[in-house]
């Protein structure tokens, strides 16, 4: 196996590191978005040999090209992520029988893992605040369904009655995030 790499086998791995459980899926999906974002500044050609390219420079290309998109943090944290996903990409490759992702523990987890994997619920629970998730069903949260292309719907849920403007463009920076130019 040669040294290239394009940004179709670093997003494949990427699904296949979430699928197989080689990194939570949360964690690959943040990366992917990343990767999709910070890489649609290249060129095809460039997409097709990500090995050659300097990525502090692109991710520089990507900043200045999408700087009014995004808050100052955000671009550092897709810069971060963009090179995490290809260091776990190379690492993965150099070594895909030995491939493992440090994962943070949470405190919840720890706690868990302290009482022998029994629920934290049974356990002392006085760091730790338990919150039942909010469904569609409970009062005070719905569902909308958006067409956004004559084959596609998108549902959101759990859209509070009470939304915020604030939280509103919360979701909406979240959303712009995900596209793809």
Do not use: C
């Not at 730790?128 to 009062?139: N, S």
Request: glycine share 4%; hydrophobic share 40%.
């Amino acid at each position: 196996m040669g040294n290239a790499y394009s940004m179709g086998d670093l997003l494949d791995f990427l699904s296949h590191a979430s699928e197989r459980g080689l990194m939570p899926a949360a964690t690959a999906t943040s990366l992917a978005v990343a990767v999709r974002n910070v890489l649609s500044v290249l060129t095809e050609s460039e997409q097709d040999d990500l090995s050659r390219l300097d990525i502090d420079a692109v991710i520089k290309r990507f900043v200045n090209k999408r700087a009014r998109d995004f808050n100052p943090s955000s671009l550092k944290e897709y810069g971060r992520r963009v090179h995490r996903a290809i260091d776990l990409f190379q690492r993965w490759r150099d070594d895909p029988s030995n491939f493992s992702v440090k994962t943070r523990a949470t405190n919840a987890a720890r706690k868990k893992q302290r009482n022998g994997g029994n629920d934290i619920r049974g356990a002392d629970t006085a760091d730790v605040e338990i919150r039942e998730p909010v469904t569609a069903t409970q009062r005070g949260a719905y569902s909308s369904s958006i067409p956004i292309r004559t084959d596609w719907v998108v549902t959101v849920t759990n859209i509070p009655a009470d939304l915020t403007n604030a939280e509103a463009e919360r979701l909406a920076t979240f959303i712009r995030m995900l596209a793809v130019e």
